[in-house]
């Protein structure tokens, strides 16, 4: 009996208890999508690390081969074709070679000659193919995709991160202070969401010109909306909850309840915001890039690159394309079902 009281009454041991960014990295390591896909997600962030800082893709500029030199593996062919077609024109091609009484510049081509030594330019010999490909003025495409990713990757984090803080701004001071500062920014939200996007985006770019800096700003400008929506209608729902309260109670300023209580409270929210406009504003740089209006031309990326695929499609060379394509959509993919995943483990719903 003794035993039995002994064992009922002993203390249970005490379990800790863990965040909601725990429990979220415990059901994300046992998505096995959602965990393949931040690896990869993970190592096109390190590509674009490098390449930023100039570890790789630094002479994506230099033209090391000809013009439109083909894929390794498809050289072999090329290189055959082309020289049975020189072979077959070279045998059908007859000429007569004038005399030099008939010549009418003869005298003048011989002085030229007699000086052609002096003005001897070395020949650059250039590679006729590259593991993936020569564009038009002979860049490699590999090292122009590596450099491409690093631009749009910099154009969605730091434009979806700016989008965050001007939205969760704005609407934390709209759902918190309410009343006419909620009314004004409600109404602000209603004009700027009336006018379609894309003719938005594309009236700022055209107002505030090319470069990497001047799209990142255009995007975030035209892209807050949601994230406002989002967060004022949570600082709504936690404004008047007991912790909040408490805090006013000891005399916490608004803006210390604001930021410090409640804005942690919508972190993930927040980090699942940032992962959806990233994407978005990843595929927006491509586009105003493919239409001439994102980066410099003294910069590449996956827009300007696909910019110069319809001249090289209708001769043939399909390889920049095929590169972007599958770059572009690997990231993307990657981008949406990491996405999905972190919804998932960080609602606190589930269990």
Known sequence: MTTLQNTAGATPAAVPSRSLWALGWQRLKRDRIGFACLWIVSGFMLLALCSWVGLIGRGWNAEVAVSYAPPAFLYQQTHESSQASVAKKAETITGVALRPEE??????????????????????????????????????????????????LFVGFFGALLSVVIGASLGACAGFLGRKIDDFLMWFYNVFTAMPDMLLLLAFAAVAGRGL?????????????????????????????????????????????????????????????????????????????????????????????LSEVPEELMQGYWWQLAMVVVFMSLLVTAFSMLTDSLRDALDPKVK
Do not use: C
């Open 213 to 305: 800096g001047t799209v990142i700003l255009v995007l975030s400008l035209t892209s807050w909306p949601g994230t406002f929506r989002l967060v004022r209608a949570e600082f709504i729902k936690l404004r008047s909850r007991e912790f909040v309260q408490a805090a006013d109670a000891i005399g916490a300023s608004s803006a210390r309840r604001m930021f410090v209580h409640i804005l942690p409270n919508v972190s993930h929210l927040l980090l699942v915001q940032f992962s959806l406009l990233m994407v978005g504003l990843i595929k927006y740089e491509v586009i105003l890039s493919f239409l001439g209006f994102g980066v410099d031309v003294r910069q590449v990326s996956w827009g300007s690159m």
């Open 103 to 152: 010549d009418p510049i003869w005298a003048e081509t011989q002085a030229a000659m007699k000086n052609r030594d002096k003005y001897v330019v070395p020949e650059v010999k250039k590679a006729e193919s590259l593991t993936f490909g020569a564009d038009i003025r002979g860049r490699d495409i590999l090292d122009k995709v590596v450099k491409g990713t690093s631009t749009s």
